[in-house]
């Protein structure tokens, strides 16, 4: 429910496994750790490059809401990595010329006019000790099911920097987050500043049962700074009314729950509050999502997933635009609300580093955008509460593959989509070959630090 998870966990939680070395998911297990295992030195150093191409049906990486000028890419990224006792900093670029047509790359409009376009994936400091952790810089996060974009903050934006600081362990785990978002500014000319801030708090009851509360906010003002109070980690759940005061802010509860029963079937949900009414007269539907799933073994190299999700057509925004959970007009959790997907996927070990995944999926979006001017009383009486306007649904076939083999690694996904309504329009009908794929050789170095 929370990502990325430290590679340390993911070789211990293989470790206790106890899987079969005979065995094909044994042997992906082997293969696993020796990849994630990091050296046994106080202080080391690497640096890893990789290089190759990136070809692409639309340059947004949301295959379900294709957008941006599609084609084959040249792609080199480049990791510099190192521990020193407890401190770890990476950081990590990337040519990547796609980021020039993407729609959600927030600095496209920079690179449009440039040859190359490059990006940091990561770039980032930690301080981890056994019961603290802090974290600063940036690196894709999500906080839900996985498979799907996180309600309260997820990777469907590009990073961002943030603070982050993580107090508790594996029964127990608090976290805080905080960033500055994009500044914006009034009509008359004012620069409104705009920040972030989630609280988690999360508890493992036994191997089966996990449970976690959450709130999110967006501050904004003009010429404003973060208050101490907002900024202080340890202030959990109390934004509704914090110290009698009421700052331009737009909240935002929720909460989460995974249990794996004792056949193995994990059982999964997540939901949220962006506003909730029980006046009549307030003629605005109520804000809210949630997602369910499920998922198991199919024998000893297979795994099934389902996932359904929904949000309403006003949630994720506020009658103030700079309140908006967005950064930039891209979502800090979903990317797009007025929805419903409802996505299965069998994962196969075709090979003990290589990964296919056959997927079904169905969305029917409604015409509800982020960046959407905030309706007035009279129009909210006209907006449904989910799915408004002509519903555009989406039909997808696809499958994915993902896997190395010696320098050479691959990510790639792609599927047949049959548009219903296409683009909002009643009885227009699509049908697109939409994917993406990532192949690149490379090589890594490093020794200890002395």
Known sequence: MRRPFRRSDAVRALGEAGLDSARPSGRTAAALVRALSDRLDEAWWRVAVRGGVQPVSRARRDLLHPAGQGGVFPYVDGTFEGRFGSITAVSRVAFENRLRHDPDYPGKDLVAEKRGAYRFIEAYAAA?????????????????????????LSDYAYPRTDVEVDL?????????????????????????????????????????????????????????????????????????????????????????????????????GQAAIDDWTFDEQNPYPNRWAF???????????????????????????????????????????????????LVATISVLAWPTWLVTPELAVLRQGEGRLSDPWPTPEEAARVPTRLSGTVETTYRVGLGVAGWSGPLMVTATGGLHRTVNADHEAGARRTRLEGRLVATLGFATGSPVR
Do not use: K
């Open 291 to 341: 997602t369910v799933g499920a998922g198991g073994a199919l024998g000893r190299t297979a795994s099934w997933r389902a996932r359904y999700t929904t949000a309403t057509s006003l949630a994720f925004h506020t009658a103030s635009p700079f309140e908006a959970f967005t950064d930039q007009d891209v979502g800090l959790g979903r990317g797009f609300a007025d929805n419903e997907l």
């Open 128 to 152: 981890q000790f056994p019961w603290v952790r802090i974290q600063a810089g940036q690196l894709d996060r999500n906080w839900g099911p996985d498979g799907l974009p996180g309600l309260p």
């Open 168 to 268: 508790g362990g594996r029964t127990l785990r608090f976290t805080a987050l905080t960033a500055q978002l994009a500044s914006d500014s009034t009509a008359a000319g004012e620069q409104v500043r705009r920040y972030f801030v989630a609280h988690r708090l999360a508890v493992r009851l036994g191997d089966a049962l996990h449970l976690a509360l959450w709130e999110t906010a967006v501050v904004a003002g003009e010429n404003r700074r973060l208050e101490w109070s907002l900024r202080n980690p340890l202030t959990l759940l109390i934004f509704a009314d914090q110290f009698g005061q009421r700052p331009a802010r737009n909240s935002m509860l929720g909460g989460e729950l995974a249990w794996r029963t004792s056949g193995g079937l994990l059982l999964e």
